[in-house]
């Protein structure tokens, strides 16, 4: 039996900000995670390619607001920096 991936201690090395503003990021990466393990049987990061969260970016939150496109942007930036890998996703 494998331990459930811990999102808070992958981005511990790069959260930074407000109390507010880590949850947020926390949550919203949760939910980044379990929609891409949903779809494609990826569990962590690790395993993530490039259209996997442009995928997310662009079908999941087609429909939602600027600002809240936004906001997942911010946290799709942060977990491709833990990451390593040199993807860039725009607005």
């Known amino acids: 039996m ?3 991936f811990d999102m808070e201690l992958f981005l511990a090395g790069v959260l ?3 109390h ?3 949850k947020r990021h926390l ?3 949760n939910l980044i995670q379990a929609e891409i393990a949903e779809r494609w049987q990826r569990e962590t990061p690790w395993a993530w390619q490039r ?3 442009a995928w997310f970016l662009s079908h999941h939150l ?3 607001s600027e600002a809240t496109r936004y906001y997942y ?3 799709v930036r942060l977990l491709v920096r833990r990451i390593e890998k040199p993807w860039v996703f725009n607005r």
Do not use: E, F, I, V
């Open 73 to 75: 942007l911010l946290t």
């Open 51 to 53: 259209k996997h969260l």
């Open 27 to 29: 949550r919203q990466a």
């Open 16 to 18: 930074t900000g407000s």
């Open 2 to 4: 494998s331990k459930p």
């Open 62 to 64: 087609g429909s939602r």
């Open 20 to 22: 507010a503003s880590r």
